[in-house]
Nanobody
Framework: QVQLVESGGGLVQAGGSLTLSCVAS????????MGWYRQAPGKQRELVAS???????NYADSVKGRFTISRDNAKNWVYLRMNSLKSEDTAVYYC????????WGQGTQVTVSS
C-alpha cells in the first residue's frame, strides 16, 4: 500500500518562497501522474499542480508562473517550489496521484502572512 508523507510547510511572509516535499512509499509511484492539492479553511480541496510520468506539468491559474512541480521517480519524491507567495496561498498542502487514488497523508501547513 502506497503511503504519502508531506513536509516543508511553514510560516512565511507574503512574497516569500517555500519548497514542499512529498515522499511516496511503494514501487507503483513512478507509474502515477502526481499532483499537489491544497485545502484552505472552509474550502474544498483543490488541485494546484500536476506532473505526468513523463514530467509534463499543469497548473491552476491561481498559481501559474509562481509554483513549479517536479518529481524524482528514482527516489519516489515529488516537490513543489512556491515563489511569490500570497496570503490566499495559505492552506494545508497534500500530494496524491491524479486523480487522487491513494490514501491522503497528513499534509503540510503553509501560512502566508500579509
Amino acid at each position: 500500500q502506497v503511503q504519502l508523507v508531506e513536509s516543508g510547510g511553514g510560516l512565511v511572509q507574503a512574497g516569500g518562497s517555500l519548497t514542499l516535499s512529498c515522499v511516496a512509499s511503494g514501487s507503483r509511484f513512478r507509474l502515477n501522474d502526481m499532483g499537489w492539492y491544497r485545502q484552505a479553511p472552509g474550502k474544498q480541496r483543490e488541485l494546484v499542480a500536476s506532473i505526468t510520468r513523463g514530467a509534463n506539468t499543469n497548473y491552476a491559474d491561481s498559481v501559474k508562473g509562481r509554483f513549479t512541480i517536479s518529481r524524482d521517480n528514482a527516489k519516489n519524491w515529488v516537490y513543489l517550489r512556491m515563489n511569490s507567495l500570497k496570503s490566499e496561498d495559505t492552506a494545508v498542502y497534500y500530494c496524491n496521484s491524479v486523480p487522487s487514488q491513494i490514501s491522503w497523508g497528513q499534509g503540510t501547513q503553509v501560512t502566508v502572512s500579509s
